[in-house]
């Protein structure tokens, strides 16, 4: 059972940077994908980057590109998303997730393929 704890989230000011943590147990040894999704009030979850725990291949959601930068760590224990050049529309709930390779379409990027979800941490960006 993959748990996911994520850290990190707060108030900026537009142009201002973050750095969240995933800190993810039970999957050590196993070909995943963690990722980082945001949900913002009305909208559906979005895909904003994943990584592969054995490859460390990545992929980002149009929107993100170019700004944020998904990393982890050398014991793959913990997943950091970097937030730069934030802007008012990033504010969102941001969740970390994991999912098997086996059947998650990375590049796609969607919620419904990740099993394990954390709970969540609120990044809000004021202009």
């Known amino acids: 059972q993959v748990q996911l704890v994520e850290s990190g989230g707060g108030s900026v000011q537009a142009g201002g940077s973050l750095r969240l943590s995933c800190a993810a147990s039970?999957?050590?040894?196993?070909?995943?994908?963690l990722a980082w999704f945001r949900q913002s009030p009305g909208k559906e979850r979005e895909g904003v980057a994943t990584?592969?725990?054995?490859?460390?291949?990545?992929y980002y959601g149009d929107s993100v590109k170019g700004r944020f930068t998904i990393s982890q760590d050398d014991a793959y224990n913990t997943v950091y998303l970097q937030l730069s050049s934030l802007e008012p529309d990033d504010t969102a709930v941001y969740y970390c997730?994991?999912?098997?390779?086996?059947?998650?379409?990375?590049?796609?990027?969607?919620?419904?393929?990740?099993?394990?979800w954390g709970q969540g941490t609120q990044v809000t960006v004021s202009s």
């Open positions: 039970g999957h050590s040894g196993g070909n995943y994908w």
């Open positions: 997730a994991a999912g098997s390779a086996e059947w998650v379409r990375a590049w796609l990027l969607l919620a419904k393929e990740f099993g394990y």
């Open positions: 990584i592969n725990t054995i490859t460390g291949s990545t």
